[in-house]
């Protein structure tokens, strides 16, 4: 019996993290669904890009008031949980405050964590409030119901209780409290148990502590299921973020060939490939679902952060059209864990369902009220990027079902025929000169 609480807290970790371990192995394969995408370039700007946006926040504080209450809660909840280490320790150990040896360095950090702690416990009180009291537009859209909504709020209330376990423990803790150190905040929750036995207050103490532990186990492990999933993919999406000119889209090779084979004069369009030739022709142009878009776009998708800030920039949406770049992100992950549940429940083969990401969950109107302005691009906090994934969609509507829209029709024939977008003869174009 003597050893039992070390072996329940062994058997705790190892179940929490394998748990997690199991669901990273998850989504790294569902991420490799997508097409292969070489990544490789300018690695010192990409780990810059990575330190500044992901790292130091820089988009996020663009407003002001969001961004400095998600940066303490950000700060503070990465620094209080250092002390993670210190429990897990001396839960394995069966030690108590292992690190207290440090004397007052020991004291300054626990001070230090306290007060990030009531820093964290404001910070999210108001984020409940601008959610469920100010009720922000950005957080009423109509793919912000149900779980989302209620995914949102239930990290807050993760967190709130959190901190408020950090505290509890260190103010019921009678060693850490004669040890004289930092408890800057602790001490005056303290009082509230002075009419307690020594025996009440110490297991006051033990539960705050296995529940804080426990709490974070949980908290790790309902990531995955939750949009801040964002707390460990914003690096590694960052880093890998696009780097060109956000107006500058990548030409279809094999319409390049094509294009440059027209211009050759010394070129048969009608001979043969040559034996043993590569073929150029892709399966697929563009992108009807998740499997078709590239392992980037789904890691985009996984990362997104559902804040809303794309869809509060994007000008369609502002003008009452049904996009919402946030909705597209949503939509790519929602089926590619559909995809995902396919292939578990297939023993690790996909078997087609009869859905797609196109009609099934983002429909032609979206697709075709975006304006490419990039606006959602720019917004951001975390190199996200919607509009490669419509872009890619667009081009199968046009290359694969000849769906475009009767305007963009009406214009590619107008440059076909006049060489402009507009339905006047080239011979013409000059006569506004010639108008007093």
């Known amino acids: ?201 110490h297991m006051i103490e033990r539960s705050a502590w296995w529940l804080h532990i426990i709490g974070i186990l949980i908290f790790l492990n309902y990531l995955y299921f939750s949009k801040h999933l964002h707390i460990l993919l914003a690096f590694p999406n960052t880093y890998y973020g696009k780097l060109t000119p956000k107006g500058q889209f990548e030409n279809n090779e094999t319409v390049t060939n094509e294009v440059k084979m027209m211009m050759d004069p010394n070129v048969d369009p009608f001979a043969a490939p040559a034996e043993g030739a590569d073929a150029t022709v892709p399966a697929k142009f563009g992108a009807s679902d998740v499997q078709d878009l590239s392992w980037l776009n789904l890691l985009n998708a996984y990362t997104c952060t559902e804040c809303g800030r794309c869809t509060s920039e994007c000008p369609a949406n502002q003008t009452g059209k049904k996009l919402s770049p946030r909705k597209i992100m949503m939509d790519t992950r929602d089926r590619l864990e559909e995809v995902g549940k396919n292939i578990d429940a297939n023993k690790g083969e996909f078997k087609e369902d009869g859905k797609q990401l196109l009609g099934d969950y983002i429909t032609n109107e979206e697709l075709w009220a975006c304006t490419s302005c990039n606006a959602c691009v720019e917004a951001c906090p975390v190199s996200i990027d919607p509009l490669n994934i419509i872009m890619q969609m667009r081009q199968y509507l046009v290359m694969e079902q000849s769906a475009a829209p009767m305007e963009l029709n009406n214009m590619m024939t107008n440059i076909e025929n006049n060489g402009a977008p507009w339905p006047y003869n080239q011979m013409d174009r000059l006569n506004w000169k010639n108008e007093s």
Do not use: C
Not at 86 to 107: A, M, P
């Open 1 to 201: 019996m003597e050893y039992l609480p070390q072996l329940l807290f062994a058997i705790a970790l190892v179940l929490g993290i394998g748990y997690f371990a199991k669901n990273v192995r998850k989504l790294s394969r569902n991420i490799k669904l997508g097409r292969d995408l070489d990544i490789s370039d300018n690695k010192s700007q990409r780990w810059k890009n990575m330190a500044m946006i992901a790292l130091g926040q820089s988009k996020m504080v663009k407003r002001p008031i969001a961004g400095i209450l998600h940066v303490v809660v950000y700060i503070g909840f990465v620094v209080i949980n250092i002390e993670v280490l210190e429990i897990i320790i001396d839960g394995l150990t069966g030690q108590h405050r292992v690190f207290s040896s440090l004397g007052s360095v020991y004291g300054f950090l626990i001070g230090v964590f306290e007060v990030l702690a009531v820093l964290v416990f404001v910070s999210v009180i108001i984020f409940w409030i601008r959610r469920n009291v100010i009720r922000l537009k950005r957080f009423l859209s109509s793919e912000m119901k149900g779980w989302p909504k209620n995914d949102g709020n239930n990290i807050l209330y993760f967190e709130m209780v959190l901190m408020t376990l950090f505290l509890v423990m260190n103010a019921t803790d009678l060693k850490f409290q004669a040890m004289d150190s930092g408890n800057i905040v602790s001490q005056y929750i303290a009082p509230w148990f002075s009419n307690f036995s020594e025996n009440t207050i």
